[in-house]
Structure formats: structure tokens, C-alpha cells
């Protein structure tokens, strides 16, 4: 309130007083903070009305990246949500939130997961999810710790390796995959996990796979804890056609920056990129349902037996310039995905975008590869959602966003889709194995009717071409389904039954 004096002056009252100076400190807080963020050069695109009312169906979601050094966290439950460094944490790489949203783990010393010669020893730590949070260390050699994801509240678990050695360039069999339980932020006995390899990618829901891949890698490997005999599983061999002959075959993909599924049905898949469709081209080959990519230009979730679930490409937020239209003047030429990681929830990843940006300098061009751009992808749906963008494009600019890890709210009672993972790329689209000129459709209780003669041999596919198994003849065929297909679960596959004599009947056999 303002009153005036006897001289007819405005004189301010206590509380008008207090209400000025603290719109004043508001708005010099505003300013503040905005020439913070122009310093840092990158600000929040996303809301936390767009997390509730679009792909979410919660605003209860929280951050993590690195840039320029540091860690930074954003919680998006804020009216405004705010970009904050964890002043605390120093030299830190590969974050991660734990399930419950409350901590944070990460690496020291060096930022590597495998092949790595120098002295630098990496170490494991754990802090608070917040901006005056206390850093502990969890172990003086540790890499690339992962929250192990079905534990109880108030006691994480961090998985990490012991070494980053690869021994003939395999970097799964140096070291050991540990875990540590966390009482107040204390770390208790370490519990082994496998002992013959260092597992980077984390550990699945229902603790039986380790998935591992490492830059420059050979592939992306998955073990199964219940079957560690069959040795450590190569996951990106793609079904591809030969050019001359159209008939499947096999092709093997290098990939790397992997992480463990969140999901609890699908609990053998995995995410990861790979090094482009080259190796495909170079086979003589090509795939029929994706074509051709450039390398990181693609975002895979596969399975234990080598099948691709999901593909997703690249969204369409900085627009390309061909090299040859290009003036130098930091068109961007090109980009790629980087450091994608599958978040708490089976349904959400997050993943940076790199941009390649052409220079002309001096006379000669130069090129410069940033992250500019942080995503959260919704991987049911193929949705992407700008979470944080660069304000600084420049030849100088020192905004590189890595290695982001999103956490979304899983509700109490939350329910997963049971189909959302459960059919393949080929599947889906359609195209089962139709080169082998599929006849009639046999299910499991009409087969044995409609082939009662004897067998040379009987195999069985999935419907995107794979062997599942074969039997050569050893009595009835009644005999041969019970113990070739008696232990399958319901769903459609392919049956090829060779009766000698050139003579081969192959249907689709149903299991109800």
C-alpha cells in the first residue's frame, strides 16, 4: 500500500516496501539466471505440461548429461523446469539415475568403456540427485556403473566392471562384473556377479542377461546368467537378401554404445547403434525393409536370438544442407545419433543428436561435430521430444551434450504392454519367409492328420527365416512334434517336411 504525507509526497508502506524489493530481486534473479544460460549456451525446449499431456503421462521426469566438464540435472516436474550443475561432482562420465530417481552414479579417472592402455584407473561413485548433493565413492576401480533396476527402496544396487582391458580386442573377457549394495550411502560386500568379464551395459529386470559392447566394438553381445556355457551371444547379425539370388543370409554389423532393456517382460532385448549398412553393401547384399544407413543414423532394439524389434531413425530438427550447396558458414552437412541409453521405463530412452556443421576457414573447410540436442525417445510409439538444444552453433562453441540418462515415473500398478516388443521388424511389416512358397496353414492338432506318411528330415523357422531347429527321421511323425515342437510357445512358424525323393511340404504351422 502507498500512502502520502501531509506534503502530499508518496511515501512506500513496510509491505509495499518488502513486495518491490522482492520483485526486484525476482526479476535480477531472472536476468541472472538468463545470462547464466547464455554462458553455458544451452537451454530446457521441453515442459513439464508436454511430459504430462503427450508421451509421458507424467511431469514427474528427470535428467541427467554432461557438457563442458560437468554434470548437469533438470527436473521436469517444475513449473519451469531449470537446468542445474551438481557443483559437487567433478571429472564425471556415464551417469545414470537410479529406479527410484533419488541417486546418481557415475565414473571418475578416465572415460572409457574398454580398450583403454593408459595409467588412469576409473573409480565408481554415487551422490544425491540434487544441486548440494555429497559425492561417496563406491569403488577405487570401477567402470561404467548401471543401477541394478528390481531392488528394494532406500537400498541401490550399482553394477560395474573391473576392467577396461581387451585382450585381442575382445573386451569381455578381462576382469569381472561386480555389484554393490548402498546402506546410506555406504557401500557393503561386493557380490559377484559373472567372474570370467567385464559387462558394460547393465544387468536386465529380471537379473538373467548382461549385455556389454564398447566403442569400435565387434558387435553387441548379450549373456545369459541361466546358460553362462554358451559363452557370451553376438545380437547384430541382420537378415539381409543376396543382390544376385534374393536368397536370405546373414550379416554381421559392428555396434556399440549398448544398453540394457527396462522392460519386464522383454527382459532379452537391448539398444544400441551400429556402424552403418556398409557391411551389408560390401556382402553383396541388402536389407529389404531398411535399405541403406549411414553410421549412428539408426536406433535398434533387438533380442537374444539376433532379431530386430524395433528401428528408429533420426528426427527431423536441424535440417541438412548438402556439402556441395554448403557455404561455410556452419550449414550443418550432417548428424547422427549419440550415447543412447534405455531409461528406467520399458517404454523410454533418451539419446543425444550430433550435428556435423561445415567451416570455411583461411581459405580451406573444416568441419565441427557437436551434440546439440538432447531427445527423449518414446520407444512403443516412435515419438521424439526435444529435451534440451544448443543456443551457441558457433565454430567456437563448446556445447557438446553426452551421455544422457532420462528417468520417468513408473506408476504403482503400472502394467506393461505384452505385445509392444513381441513381434520382429519382418513381422510386423508383414513378410514372412517368401521365397519358400508357404502353402496351407497346419495347426498343432490338425498336423498329424494331414501327415501321417514317414520323413527324411523336418525343420523348423521362425517367420522371419530363422532355423529354429531340424530332426531327422527316428519313428512316427506323431513322435517327431511332440519332440521337435512340444515345448514352443503358441504363435505362427514356418514347417519345412522333406518326404525323400525331391518331395518337400512346407506350410505354416500354428500352435494354438
Known amino acids: 500500500m502507498i500512502y502520502k504525507n501531509r506534503l502530499g509526497k508518496c511515501i512506500w508502506s513496510w509491505k509495499a516496501l518488502c513486495v518491490k524489493y522482492c520483485l526486484c530481486f525476482l526479476l535480477l534473479s531472472i536476468v541472472l539466471n538468463i545470462c547464466s544460460y547464455g554462458q553455458i549456451g544451452f537451454r530446457v525446449t521441453a515442459t513439464a505440461k508436454q511430459m504430462l499431456t503427450s508421451v509421458c503421462q507424467t511431469n514427474n521426469v528427470k535428467l541427467v548429461f554432461l557438457c563442458q566438464g560437468s554434470l548437469w540435472y533438470v527436473d521436469f516436474s517444475q513449473i519451469a523446469p531449470q537446468i542445474i550443475q551438481l557443483s559437487n561432482v567433478v571429472s564425471p562420465y556415464l551417469p545414470v539415475i537410479s529406479s527410484d530417481g533419488k541417486w546418481v552414479t557415475y565414473q571418475t579417472g578416465i572415460d572409457a568403456e574398454g580398450p583403454y592402455s593408459g595409467t588412469n584407473v576409473g573409480k565408481v561413485w554415487i551422490s544425491e540427485l540434487s544441486v548440494d548433493g555429497t559425492p561417496a565413492q563406491i569403488a577405487d576401480t570401477g567402470y ?41 550411502k555406504s557401500p557393503q560386500t561386493t557380490q559377484t556377479i559373472f567372474a570370467a568379464g567385464s559387462y558394460y551395459g547393465g544387468l536386465s529386470w529380471d537379473n538373467r542377461y548382461l549385455i556389454t559392447g564398447w566403442p569400435a566394438g565387434p558387435n553387441a553381445f548379450m549373456l545369459d546368467l541361466q546358460n553362462i556355457q554358451a559363452g557370451p551371444h553376438g545380437v547384430h547379425s541382420m537378415r539381409v537378401k543376396k543382390n544376385v539370388t534374393n536368397v536370405d543370409t546373414f550379416v554381421t554389423i559392428g555396434a556399440c554404445n549398448i544398453s540394457r532393456s527396462a522392460s519386464r517382460i522383454f527382459t532379452n532385448t537391448m539398444l544400441y547403434y551400429d556402424f552403418s549398412s556398409a557391411a551389408i553393401t560390401a556382402a553383396g547384399c541388402y536389407h529389404p525393409l531398411l535399405g541403406t544407413w549411414g553410421e549412428h543414423e539408426r536406433l535398434f532394439l533387438s533380442r537374444y536370438d539376433s532379431e530386430d524389434l524395433q528401428v528408429f531413425g533420426m528426427p527431423s530438427d536441424r535440417p541438412l544442407v548438402s556439402i556441395a550447396q554448403a557455404n561455410g558458414l556452419g550449414e550443418a552437412v550432417g548428424k547422427e545419433w549419440n550415447n543412447p541409453e534405455w531409461s528406467n521405463h520399458p517404454y523410454f530412452a533418451t539419446a543425444s543428436l550430433m550435428i556435423d556443421r561445415l567451416w570455411l576457414k583461411n581459405g580451406s573447410y573444416d568441419h565441427t561435430y557437436n551434440s546439440e540436442l538432447l531427445y527423449l525417445v518414446d520407444l512403443k510409439d516412435s515419438v521424439f521430444v526435444r529435451l534440451i538444444e544448443s543456443t551457441d552453433t558457433s565454430s567456437a562453441s563448446t556445447v557438446d551434450f553426452g551421455n544422457p540418462f532420462i528417468w520417468v515415473e513408473v506408476p504403482a500398478g503400472f502394467q506393461e504392454d505384452s505385445t509392444w516388443l513381441n513381434k520382429t521388424i519382418w513381422e510386423k511389416a508383414g513378410l514372412g519367409i517368401t521365397n519358400y512358397n ?41 513322435f517327431a512334434q511332440e519332440k521337435l515342437f512340444g515345448k514352443l510357445h503358441s504363435g505362427v512358424y514356418a514347417i519345412q517336411i522333406n518326404v525323400g525323393g525331391m518331395r518337400e511340404i512346407i506350410s505354416r504351422y500354428v500352435i494354438e
Open 144 to 184: 561404467v556403473p548401471r543401477f541394478a533396476q528390481n531392488t528394494s527402496v532406500d537400498t541401490p544396487e550399482i553394477i560395474y566392471s573391473t576392467s577396461v582391458a581387451c585382450p585381442q580386442q575382445i573386451c569381455y573377457s578381462a576382469g569381472q562384473t561386480l555389484v554393490k549394495k548402498i546402506v546410506n
Open 438 to 478: 508357404i502353402g496351407r496353414n497346419l495347426s498343432s492338432n490338425k498336423i498329424g492328420n494331414y501327415f501321417k506318411e514317414n520323413y527324411v528330415t523336418i525343420t523348423l523357422y521362425s517367420l522371419v527365416g530363422r532355423k529354429i531347429a531340424t530332426m531327422r527321421q527316428n519313428g512316427p511323425f506323431d
